[in-house]
């Protein structure tokens, strides 16, 4: 597997498969739920990979 990114600015993961678009960052002040943001940010991946152990702030 390779990561590029394209025009836009995002990433993809290439593989012999598929091209997936890899959202490397979310900005979650746009978020007042730190659960919503990290299933926004984590829909491009198996739930059952991702694990919430805390959250680092709390925003201002």
């Known amino acids: ?3 590029r990114k394209s ?6 993961s290439s593989s012999e498969k ?3 678009p890899l959202q490397t960052y979310q900005d979650l002040p746009d978020y007042e ?3 919503e ?3 926004n940010f984590t829909n491009e991946i198996k739930s ?3 694990v ?3 959250v680092i702030g709390e925003g201002q």
């Open 1 to 3: 597997k390779t990561e």
């Open 7 to 12: 025009r836009d600015g995002s990433f993809h």
């Open 18 to 20: 598929e091209k997936v």
């Open 33 to 35: 739920d730190p659960h």
């Open 37 to 39: 943001a990290l299933f």
């Open 48 to 50: 059952s990979h991702i």
């Open 52 to 54: 919430m152990e805390n």
